[in-house]
């Protein structure tokens, strides 16, 4: 039978890290904690949570870190989860682990939640490979990922993380930002590493610096880089910060045959054409048809929770929700009023399969 060690690199984490720890305790082996030199109560959190501290040395490199923690472990399988994760389904997908050799990497749901204006807290699923077989290690400064030739296979493991969250991103503004830079300087022709600092300059709402990474990161991206979705709709969206919608568009239609069934591909031409007829009233009557029917295509798709990075909801009440209020300022009321009985429909069915 196969052990199982949830692995954790750690630093002033105390906020979370019992609540991580107490997620995976009855499902695995071990827990191990390398706390990378916290100066607040991380390490005392995880030890009353179960887990064994072991004193360690940042170095500016996520991926030492992580190989570090790793070589604390001799189990067959490795959890690797970060301390502002916790488990919240799935946990079969560990205890069949117990039966199965360690030739595979598994890749989990990582649900983030982050703050939206509109839908308060919203959630985008990532799939990530977080369960390794010993012996795996990493490679990355930053944003990191598994190094192995051995196949992946995903796992009904379902595990959320709250550090997107605004309030939490204010605590640790600027952390990474030394570190993209020093990994782009080692790397400058690195497209995964470009989207990642354009996301780090789009959190501190830095609209040109973003589009200028995005624009590179683009332009190395591979066709089936399980990023680019998110990329793209990225990219959309900053452009749109920057009015300009020409840019846009030019990039909505480059890339529309990739995503004809994203609903969030979909939504985000529907804000940016909206956005688009507010700047210029004058084209306010061609664009609300092809924003009405930006948005009723993400519906008629429906949620595509399988898409990477997609954001809950696009494909079904938010969408709704903004034909509603779409029809009701054209003064279309009984469509605006259809509108919200799907929306609160929408939401009735989403909360009772939450």
């Not at 979370?16 to 607040?40: H, K, N, W, Y």
């Not at 452009?239 to 568009?249: C, I, N, T, V, W």
Request: hydrophobic share 45%; aromatic share 8%.
């Amino acid at each position: 039978m196969s052990s199982i060690a949830l692995v954790l690199i750690a630093r002033n984490e105390a906020r979370c890290i019992e609540r991580c720890l107490a997620s995976a305790r009855a499902f695995v082996d071990t827990m191990i904690v390398l706390d990378t030199g916290s100066d607040d109560d991380t390490r005392a959190c995880a030890t009353r949570a179960g887990a064994r501290v072991v004193a360690g040395t940042w170095h500016d490199d996520f991926a030492r870190a992580r190989n570090d923690a790793l070589a604390l472990a001799d189990q067959d399988w490795v959890l690797m989860l970060d301390a502002d994760e916790w488990i919240v389904d799935g946990t079969e997908a560990l205890t069949g682990l117990r039966g199965q050799s360690p030739t595979f990497l598994g890749v989990v749901t990582v649900e983030n939640l982050f703050d939206d204006a509109r839908a308060g807290t919203a959630l985008s699923p990532s799939w990530i490979p977080r369960v390794l077989p010993r012996g795996v290690l990493y490679e990355g400064r930053i944003h990191e990922q598994p190094c192995s030739v051995l196949p992946r296979r995903r796992l009904g493991l379902r595990v959320r993380h709250d550090g997107y969250l605004t309030q939490v991103m204010q605590a640790k503004r600027g952390r990474n930002r030394q570190l993209l830079v020093r990994a782009i300087a080692e790397s400058p022709g690195d497209a995964y590493l470009r989207y990642q600092f354009g996301k780090d300059f789009e959190l501190t709402c830095e609209w040109d610096a973003a589009a200028a990474q995005y624009g590179q990161a683009l332009a190395g991206c591979a066709d089936g880089a399980v990023w680019r979705h998110d990329l793209v709709l990225r990219s959309i969206f900053v452009f749109k910060q920057l009015g300009r919608h020409g840019d846009a568009l030019g990039l909505v239609q480059r890339e529309a045959g990739r995503w004809s069934e994203s609903p969030d591909f979909h939504f985000a031409i529907g804000d940016l054409l909206l956005d688009w007829a507010a700047a210029e009233p004058r084209q306010a009557a061609a664009l609300v048809p092809m924003i009405d029917a930006s948005w009723q295509r993400a519906v008629a798709i429906g949620e595509r929770p399988e898409l990477p990075d997609s954001v809950h909801g696009r494909g079904s009440y938010l969408a709704a929700h903004n034909l509603a209020v779409l029809h009701g300022g054209l003064g279309r009321h009984e469509l605006a009023a259809r509108w919200r009985e799907r929306e609160q429909a929408m939401r009735r069915a989403d909360a009772g399969n939450v």
